[in-house]
């Protein structure tokens, strides 16, 4: 069994905002198959459903990103899903725009989301797929997250959703190795 955790901020102020990036990818792979995450549990919204016949949990914390690991350890738990077969979809300020790149572990560069699941876990061992937001140093890093997305940058994202997509259904079934090798040479 597998979880694809989205990390994002709930709540129709934060839609389209670069912290909640993880959210758009998560929603882009949900209706890629045709699932629909809007199940609750342990204050998250979630989706069972199976892919290459391979259980998968896709999760949408609905807690605050810097409460984030009290919703993730939950589910792991629950589900009786081993830290190495989750992976966590996140925005990088150290990463140009519209870059993804996969790690298979690593601090969590300043993001409290990433921390606090970090702190919940017991572990800075978990797989991420991190998407670079870029950084305007002329805007406080908090106003910069939770700022929206222009309608170019939108275009960008959406444009990346096919690869995200791919790139999801990928980890379902390769070997992180191998899915790193192939995704973070692009």
Not at 18 to 28: E, L, P, Q, S, V
Not at 121 to 142: A, C, M, P, Q, W
């Amino acid at each position: 069994m597998k979880m694809i955790v989205g990390l994002g901020n709930p709540g129709l102020e934060y839609v389209n905002t670069r912290h909640n990036i993880g959210y758009m990818f998560i929603d882009a792979f949900a209706k890629a198959n045709n699932v629909s995450i809007d199940k609750k549990k342990f204050n998250g919204l979630y989706t069972e459903t199976f892919i290459n016949g391979e259980k998968v949990i896709l999760l949408k914390p609905q807690s605050y990103m810097n409460l984030s690991g009290e919703v993730v350890i939950q589910y792991l738990n629950y589900f009786k899903i081993k830290v190495e077969d989750m992976l966590v979809i996140n925005d990088d300020l150290d990463m140009e725009f519209g870059k993804l790149r996969l790690r298979q572990d690593g601090s969590s560069g300043g993001h409290n989301g990433l921390k606090n699941i970090a702190l919940h876990i017991n572990t800075e061992n978990f797989k991420r797929l991190k998407v670079g937001i870029s950084n305007n140093k002329n805007i406080d890093t908090k106003d910069y997250v939770l700022g929206h997305f222009s309608k170019e940058d939108l275009e960008l994202l959406d444009s990346k959703k096919e690869e995200v997509v791919n790139l999801l259904k990928d980890f379902i079934t390769l070997d992180f190795d191998k899915l790193m090798n192939k995704y973070n040479k692009k």
